[in-house]
Each structure stands twice: as structure tokens, then as C-alpha cells.
């Protein structure tokens, strides 16, 4: 596939994903054409909609993730905020689970793949569970301090070695997966008799995500790999021996309206640069793609707009979610094929 722009001489290192990361064919279908090397393709041999390249590691570990770090450390950033969120979404995985997440049996172990700070491991604890983290950014140690054992380890590469959990979650980690199969097994290795995996992914299938093409922020393009539905996330899951009891993906307004907004907010950003120079900085090369591209960024004067407006705009969404999430998924369901994230519960297939 033929690159749209050339790769400016400024921008972070892309490293190509020449196969599919589920199945291995080199066959794909292009579906957004490739700007400075990271483009989307459907593979021909098994359906999923995959990146044809990201951004090198020592990119988004000191840059990227590093600004997102400092951003979550912000008073605009409240942590009850999140944790509420977390605390919501054990909810949903309870549900999911027929109550059985939220009543634990005496000691029972519980792993967050991806932990960041721990606050859906601080959940977790308040339920009854002995809780372990992997995390390998700096945000583990947070974490840690918080009381959780965090290990700093990669699924991909690491085999068995922490024991077996009767629980385990993952929450928007296996689409920055290069070998997302691989992660899948390393949870069904370390699964306890009869114990659960909870893990959640973005939606390719999103009903809003064709409005926006290639900027629309949940597809992190340079950051994540591959791009899930419901039929290529449960072929994923069944070649990694995991059997789905239930794979939820109602819509929810307020969680599909959050990303258009900012999405939205890139483009106005992007736009008034083009219209003339900004004080803040020159923009990116419009070579750059995805989360090395022009993103709003929390400056002096959008940090006095993020303490006045933006909890109301969280609370206000979030409010959206809670009163109306139940009417949609009594009205589309809870296998929407359309919804904004993929949520399943899965236990190791026994043979």
C-alpha cells in the first residue's frame, strides 16, 4: 500500500505490522490509506481490521504515555471521578457474570493485566479479593503504594510464573497487543478451575466511528493494532482455548458521545492552527498520524475550561449512561453490534 504522505523527518518511528496478528495472513484489505506508514486493512484470512503499523515503543513509553501520566496526576483529573467509572464498571461485569465476580469465595485471587494506578484493583479489594496488577509504565507504582502486588512484566514474552487467579480482568490492553493470541493464552494458562476472565476492547463495529474516518479517537492509530468486532474478538478468544459465556456490546450514550466530542475538539485544534499561527507551538506535520498527530491538549487556558466545564460534561455523560444504558440495551440489547466497547466473560475451554 502506497503511503499518502511522506514521512516527515520529525516523526516518531514507525515499526510495520506486515501480518495479521490473529492469524498470520499477509493478505489485507486496505480500508484507511496510510499516512507516514499506519494505515487499516481487513485481513483476508480471518476478518479482523488490524493497523499496518505503530509507533516505536521508546516513543510511546516517554512521550505519549508519559503525557498521559502527567495528565491523570492533574486536580482537572479527579480520581473519585475514575473510580466511580471503575466502580461501575464491576458492576456491569458482575451482571455480566450472574453475580459471581461480586461474591467472591475466601482468598480468592484476583489480577488486573494493565493495572495503571490500581483503582479498579482498590474495587476489587473492597469485594473481598486478594489483588495483583501487571503494569509496566510508572503508573504501577501507584498501584503499589495503594497496597496491590504490582509485576512489571510483559504477556507476550512471559510464561507462567504469578500462579492461577479466579479472576482475571483486561481492560483496553489486548488492541495494543502485536500477538494478541499470545496474551489470550497467557490468561488461560494462569485461570484457576473455574475461574473468569473479564476482558473489554474498543468496538470497531461503533455506530459513530464511520463519521469521523481515521481521527476518530478511540482507534489511537500508531498506539493500538488491532481493531475488534464480535465475531473476529470471539474467534480470537476460541484460538486461545478461552470460551465466551457472554460478549456484551450494548450502546451507551454517553460513552459513544465522549470520543466524538473530543474528536471533534482535535479537528477544531487542527483548523485553527491551519488558519494561522498559533502561540502554543507550531502543529504537527500533517505527515504525523494518530496520537502523535494534533490532539487537544490541556493548556492554560483549556485547563481553566477543564475545571469549570469539563466534570460538568463528564458528569453530565456519565449521567447519560446510567439513566438511559438500560433503556437501550432493553431496546437494541445486550449483542448490539454496534455499541462503543466489546465486554466478555469468558472461562478456559475444557476439553
Request: hydrophobic fraction near 50%; charged fraction near 20%; glycine fraction near 8%.
Given at each position: 500500500m502506497t503511503?499518502?504522505?511522506?514521512?516527515p523527518t520529525d516523526a516518531p518511528t514507525v515499526e510495520p505490522v506486515d501480518a495479521c496478528p490473529v492469524c498470520g495472513a499477509r493478505d489485507g484489505r486496505p480500508l484507511l490509506p496510510e499516512v507516514h506508514g499506519i494505515g487499516v486493512v481487513r485481513c483476508r484470512g480471518c476478518d479482523l481490521v488490524h493497523a499496518t503499523g505503530h509507533y516505536a515503543a521508546t516513543y510511546l513509553s516517554e512521550s505519549y504515555y508519559a503525557t498521559r501520566a502527567k495528565q491523570r496526576q492533574s486536580p482537572t483529573q479527579p480520581a473519585a471521578r475514575d473510580s466511580s467509572r471503575k466502580r461501575r464498571n464491576v458492576e456491569l461485569y458482575d451482571r455480566l457474570s450472574g453475580g459471581r465476580i461480586g461474591r467472591p469465595r475466601a482468598g480468592a485471587r484476583a489480577l488486573d493485566i494493565g493495572c495503571d494506578t490500581g483503582l479498579l484493583l482498590d474495587v476489587l479489594r473492597e469485594l473481598g479479593y486478594r489483588t495483583e496488577g501487571i503494569e509496566r509504565s510508572p503508573a504501577g507504582a501507584q498501584a503499589q503504594a495503594a497496597g496491590h502486588e504490582v509485576h512489571a512484566l510483559d504477556i507476550e514474552v512471559t510464561d507462567l510464573g504469578l500462579g492461577r487467579f479466579d479472576l482475571i480482568t483486561m481492560t483496553h490492553v489486548l488492541e495494543h497487543l502485536r500477538e494478541p493470541v499470545?496474551?489470550?493464552?497467557?490468561?488461560?494458562?494462569?485461570?484457576?478451575?473455574?475461574?473468569?476472565?473479564?476482558?473489554?476492547?474498543?468496538?470497531?463495529?461503533?455506530?459513530?466511528?464511520?463519521?469521523?474516518?481515521?481521527?476518530?479517537?478511540?482507534?489511537e492509530l500508531g498506539d493500538?493494532?488491532?481493531?475488534?468486532?464480535?465475531?473476529?474478538?470471539?474467534?480470537?478468544?476460541?484460538?486461545?482455548?478461552?470460551?465466551?459465556?457472554?460478549?456484551?456490546?450494548?450502546?451507551?450514550?454517553?460513552?459513544?458521545?465522549?470520543?466524538?466530542?473530543?474528536?471533534?475538539?482535535?479537528?477544531?485544534?487542527?483548523?485553527?492552527?491551519?488558519?494561522g499561527p498559533s502561540r502554543r507551538g507550531p502543529a504537527a506535520s500533517p505527515g504525523v498520524a494518530g496520537v502523535a498527530g494534533d490532539r487537544l491538549q490541556p493548556s492554560k487556558q483549556g485547563r481553566r475550561w477543564q475545571r469549570l466545564a469539563g466534570p460538568l460534561v463528564v458528569r453530565g455523560l456519565d449521567s447519560l449512561d446510567s439513566a438511559l444504558g438500560p433503556w437501550l440495551e432493553g431496546v437494541f440489547g445486550a449483542h448490539c453490534g454496534w455499541g462503543a466497547n466489546l465486554v466478555v466473560v469468558a472461562r478456559a475451554h475444557v476439553v
Open positions: 503511503a499518502a504522505t511522506d514521512a499470545r496474551g489470550l493464552v497467557w490468561i488461560r494458562r494462569h485461570l484457576a478451575p473455574g475461574g473468569l476472565a473479564v476482558i473489554e476492547v474498543p468496538n470497531w463495529g461503533d455506530l459513530l466511528r464511520p463519521l469521523w474516518g481515521r481521527r476518530f479517537r478511540p482507534l493500538h493494532i488491532s481493531f475488534f468486532e464480535r465475531a473476529t474478538f470471539t474467534a480470537a478468544l476460541t484460538r486461545a482455548g478461552l470460551e465466551p459465556e457472554i460478549l456484551w456490546s450494548a450502546p451507551q450514550i454517553g460513552t459513544s458521545l465522549a470520543p466524538s466530542l473530543l474528536t471533534a475538539a482535535d479537528l477544531a485544534l487542527e483548523l485553527r492552527r491551519r488558519l
